[in-house]
């Protein structure tokens, strides 16, 4: 195989093969994104009301909407009226 330059992409591809693993696991990260972003479509959620709506713990919730967060998918909202805990809001 010839390499080329600027391509090195399709030369990685071609020589290494991602391991089935990170498959499954890019899988699971889509399907836990969109469950999340659909259920912060119409109301801004706290993670204890995304825990039990997706029905996960809420240490995975944590991560996975930080991770959103960090992306830009996802922004902080309000503070509820008893100052605990924070709402999270669906960027369009």
Known sequence: MEVVKGQTFRYRREKYEVPAEAKE????????????????????LTIAQLS???????????????TLIKYGF?????IDE????YTYK???
Do not use: C
């Not at 696991?25 to 109301?43: F, G």
């Not at 039990?52 to 930080?66: F, Q, R």
């Not at 008893?82 to 805990?85: C, R, T, V």
């Open 25 to 44: 696991q890019l899988k699971y990260y889509v399907k836990i994104k969109k469950a999340i972003l659909d259920a912060l479509k119409e109301n801004e």
């Open 52 to 66: 039990e709506i997706l029905s996960l713990p809420k240490h995975e919730v944590v991560y996975y909407l930080m």
């Open 90 to 92: 669906r960027l369009k």
């Open 82 to 85: 008893m100052d605990e805990y």
């Open 74 to 78: 996802v922004q902080v909202g309000a």
